[in-house]
């Protein structure tokens, strides 16, 4: 096999518009058949994006022999249901985050993965194959910034529309489940290890009931990060990371623009620098990495348990604000 032949399940925007063209772009990528519950609709983005099989629903895509992989990036409380019946199918699962509804649901796609050692299921945190992030996390290695001391994090857009998935919270919507994922995992990235602590404040929209606004503290000992969250405020973003020598700014941390390079400021010895980093696809990055683990079956770059870890931080967040005070992931 010199190619991995996906399927995917549903016509959501971030896979039609990001992740789907990004495969394409990629050589060891070939997006074979695209499922939905409205042929019709898998149809016409087949149609849009040259893609050669569709089916009506997911099942069906799962019984084909010529898909070899699932990207899955139905709506967070559909997450664990279609990532099991893909690896119970025998194809590897590209999950999108949040990895699902809780640590519960998390744990139990890692007990059926590890039913099928064969294949390679992964949380797709995109934004650490860009390298923007594979530069900062090298450079905080190196003592760049001397002793990591904290990470901030702001991370916002908006967005208060009830119909949008992004705010049902049944569906699993809220700040913390959609961007606070982020700040939680470019904290434990660039640590490298997990917070013994954590503490967290919620706010909920009276109506929707989902948070749209969330702050938090994570203590991981040797440092901190702290991260502001929400889907209700003028839309920004921003990661700063401090030591005790020096610091980095990364100008766009997550949505990173594929048509121009991204920056990152360098402050070490009074001088600041701007680093200007190559232009880049971090969803054609991600492909390649995670196809590259299948084909030559090596291990994925971001293990399941490190999305487990992952939940368990972003459980942690409601849990303190429920209870008024620092709790343990």
């Not at 796609?109 to 650490?128: H, I, Q, T």
């Not at 594929?258 to 200007?276: A, F, M, N, S």
């Amino acid at each position: 096999m010199d190619k991995v032949r996906w399927g995917i399940i549903s016509t959501a925007r971030i896979g039609v518009d990001l992740v789907i063209p990004a495969m394409q772009g990629q050589a060891f990528c070939d997006v074979t058949a695209i499922a939905s519950r409205d042929l019709h609709k898998a149809q016409a983005i087949a149609r849009e994006l040259g893609i050669p099989k569709t089916y009506g629903s997911y099942e069906e895509l799962f019984a084909d022999p010529e898909i070899d992989a699932v990207y899955n990036p139905l709506p967070n409380h559909m997450h664990l249901e279609w990532t099991v019946k893909a690896l119970e199918a025998g194809k590897h699962v590209l999950s999108e985050k949040p990895s699902g509804l809780n640590t519960a649901e998390t744990e139990e796609m890692g007990a059926v993965a590890s039913r099928y050692p064969d294949l390679k299921l992964m949380e797709a945190f995109m934004y650490r194959f860009h390298p923007q992030w594979q530069l900062a996390r090298q450079m905080v290695l190196d003592g760049e910034v001397g002793e990591l001391r904290t990470i901030q994090t702001f991370f916002s857009f908006y967005n208060d529309d009830p119909t949008n998935i992004r705010n049902i919270k049944a569906y699993g919507g809220g700040a913390i489940m959609d961007i606070g994922c982020y700040a939680i995992s470019t904290a434990r990235f660039i640590f490298g290890e997990e917070p013994k602590q954590l503490v967290g404040i919620v706010e909920y929209d009276p109506n929707m009931e989902i948070d749209r606004m969330a702050s938090a503290i994570l203590d991981f000992g040797r440092g901190t990060a702290e991260f502001t969250v929400s889907t209700q405020v003028e839309p920004y973003q921003r990661v700063h990371i401090v030591g005790s020598r020096g610091w980095l700014q990364i100008e766009i941390p997550f949505n990173a623009p594929t048509d121009r390079p991204c920056k990152l400021w360098h402050q070490k010895g009074g001088d600041v620098k701007e680093i200007i980093l190559e232009t880049a696809n971090q969803y054609t990055r991600q492909a390649e990495v995670y196809c590259n683990a299948i084909l030559e079956d090596t291990e994925v770059p971001t293990p399941w348990t490190d999305a487990i870890a992952n939940m368990k931080a972003i459980d942690a967040v409601f849990e303190s604000d429920r209870v008024g005070g620092w709790v343990t992931p």
